[in-house]
């Protein structure tokens, strides 16, 4: 049974494998898979317009789903490289002489490290995004599962980054955390997050911003830092990995910097607007709702 799939897997590989070479097909999968707006940024631009829902009487239970999505989403990554850090290493049909995989695309896409190939991370986090919708919008949820494996996880394959079977097993990884994510308490979680974005909406928003748009870039700049990090610390001498050391302390005591000048900022905005005047009753009602 096993090399029967196994060859199944290699026979979707070598048909894919056979349009390459094909300038117009080459050039459009590299851009794809290179391209940040391409591979999330749709996705969760999504979730940015569900946020906003017009109505309002839904809007805190749609905004409880949609951290549950996130949620499932970083829970997807990690049961991916849980099961791949766990079960025996599968190289890479770009690397392994033996899938019989030819590369005739130009540029290849260099940021992804000489992991398992199994399962795809990349999979799993689109695809635990796009069940989650299931809660929000039934057919929005079916449209980016559909973008999902057409734009994120076919051109791994194409490229050679992934087997077929390795996104297969990616999107039902993240079906699974989408279905998780609620169902082992966090929603509650969730729950406090859109309390947390009514009371403070002005830190919750640039935090969210900037996840999202680590978000929309699968984690490209996280995994750069890793490896810099990494590099570092294994090659350095001891003064080198101090340095190291030292200069993540930095960044940490820099995030926490900013974060008091925000809640110092705050709590002076919070003053000032209970000593100011009382503003003409006509000028009271002109705020909008975040």
Not at 77 to 106: E, T
Request: include cysteine; proline fraction near 4%.
């Amino acid at each position: 049974m096993l090399a029967y799939l196994k060859q199944v897997d290699l026979d979707i590989l070598h048909a894919l494998n056979s349009l390459s070479g094909v300038w117009a097909i080459d050039h459009t999968i590299n851009f794809v898979t290179s391209s940040t707006l391409a591979k999330g940024m749709i996705l969760l631009a999504a979730y940015w317009y569900f946020w906003f829902d017009p109505d309002c009487a839904r809007r805190p239970r749609t905004r409880a789903f949609l951290v549950d999505g996130v949620s499932a989403g970083v829970l997807a990554v990690f049961i991916a490289r849980l099961i791949a850090n766990l079960f025996p290493m599968r190289m890479r049909p770009i690397f392994d002489a033996a899938s019989g995989f030819h590369i005739n695309v130009d540029a290849l896409p260099g940021s992804f490290e000489n992991w398992s190939s199994m399962p795809s991370d990349h999979a799993a986090f689109v695809m635990a995004l796009a069940f989650a919708l299931m809660r929000v919008s039934r057919p929005a949820s079916y449209a980016f599962i559909a973008y999902s494996a057409i734009f994120v996880c076919l051109p791994r394959v194409y490229l050679g980054i992934h087997y077929p079977s390795d996104v297969i097993v990616g999107a039902l990884i993240g079906a699974f955390a989408a279905w998780l994510a609620p169902s082992v308490g966090l929603t509650r979680v969730s729950e406090k997050l859109v309390s947390v974005a009514k009371r403070n909406f002005a830190m919750f928003y640039a935090a969210a911003f900037l996840v999202t748009a680590e978000f929309a870039q699968m984690f490209d700049n996280i995994r750069m830092a890793g490896r810099a990090a990494g590099k570092i610390y294994a090659h350095a001498p001891f003064d080198g990995r101090a340095s190291a050391l030292l200069a993540l302390l930095g960044v940490a005591v820099c995030v926490a910097g900013v974060w008091a000048l925000f809640a110092y900022l705050r709590r002076n905005a919070s003053i000032m607007a209970a000593t100011a005047p009382a503003s003409h009753p006509a000028q009271r009602n002109t705020g909008v709702a975040a």
